[in-house]
């Protein structure tokens, strides 16, 4: 199982993409009235607060998938730890870009207010989901105790989302999922662009970690089951030379 | 083998495991809900609904939301004094300590502090901005459609 040609050509895009959004980013995007320089940490925080949506999301489908029995494989699961893993990777990085960011704008690292907290809440269970996938037992039992935690922790995705609505918060509103101005976004030329081709970038490098991680997963799988059979067979040849012995 | 080794602890190992688990994540959940979840839902008071519950806060510490009054901003040494309005009460406000960067009239602002008289006793200024990026130079770009009244 090595990567194929469409693998490499996705991994190439990504590091290609990455790279004109340093250039556009860095470069050729304006300062904010505001915020000057600060702004451009809206390049990286905004695509990777999408990756977080987009990762546990993809956990989220392939839980459903396994429970589903008419659509029950050992691979959803697979899938599912997969993505939640770099999710997790993704989420702390969500919370360290912002972190510096508001300490640049805000003037503080942290406050409790509703979106940080509910985002470092999401980063606790899906790192708990992690810890949880390593517990052991039955395959099918595992996976399913793996689904629903998995479900349950996902209760928390809109809830983040929602919060700069719900809730009083520091955070700022959605700049780009807000219903109501999708077509008239709140971020201005260049800057919008730059934040969707971030989001591009972010998402090909996503799928290039998320093929190579689950590709690792299979491996692992097949490496478990193949570890079991060989001691079995093991333990079949010691019982054969017992009773075999005079 | 190694394999083995990862097979070998039985179901109370495993079982043992996940209970640890379990607890490290309750644990860590509980504090962030009781520390987050309890100041989030009213992150803070704007400044005209500080002002009608002037009784009942006291001395008491809360956060306080308004926007920074302009011409009354005085820096003195290590502190700086100001007005902040909601609604158009006006709240002044002693600060200790130096403000932020981006600290500056006409902008919303979140303090934290308590009630001194009928000023606000501020030791943290947040500044709050919006949803909105412009470029700093306009002659570039057109203002865009969410900022236009």
Known sequence: ?246 | MAVEDQRAPGRTQGRRRLIIASLVVLAALGFLVVRGLGNATLYFRTADEAVAQRQQLGTERFRIEGTVVDGTVKGMSNAVAFNIESKGVRVPVLHQGDPPELFKPNIPVVLEGHFQGDAFASDRIMVKHSEDYVAKHPSRVTVPPSTVP
């Open chain 1, 1 to 246: 199982m090595r990567s194929g040609i469409g693998t490499r050509l996705l991994g190439t895009a990504a590091v290609a993409s990455l790279a004109l959004l340093a250039v556009m980013a860095l470069v050729i995007t304006p300062q904010d009235v505001n915020q000057l320089d600060a702004v451009r940490f809206l390049y990286i925080h905004v695509p990777l607060a999408t990756l977080m949506y987009v990762a546990f999301g993809v956990t989220a489908v392939a839980s459903v998938l396994y429970l589903w029995p008419r659509y029950r494989a050992r691979k959803w699961d697979l899938l599912a730890g997969a993505s939640a893993e770099i999710g997790v990777v993704v989420t702390g990085l969500v919370l360290v870009t912002g972190s510096i960011w508001g300490r640049t704008t805000w003037g503080v690292y942290w406050t409790w207010d509703a979106r940080l907290t509910t985002t470092a809440v999401l980063f606790v269970l899906f790192l708990g989901y992690l810890a949880l996938r390593r517990v052991g037992g039955d395959i099918d039992a595992r996976a399913k105790r793996n689904a629903i935690a998995a479900l349950a922790a996902a209760i928390d995705m809109p809830i983040v989302h929602k919060s700069v609505e719900w809730w009083r918060t520091l955070h700022q509103k959605s700049s780009i999922l807000d219903e109501e101005t999708f077509m008239h976004p709140h971020i201005h030329g260049s800057m919008y662009w730059t934040v969707l081709l971030g989001i591009g970038a972010f998402l090909l490098l996503f799928s290039w970690l998320l093929v190579n991680r689950y590709r690792l997963a299979k491996l692992e799988d097949r490496l478990e089951d193949e570890g079991l059979e060989r001691a079995i067979a093991e333990r079949r040849a010691e019982a054969d030379a017992l009773t075999g012995a005079p």
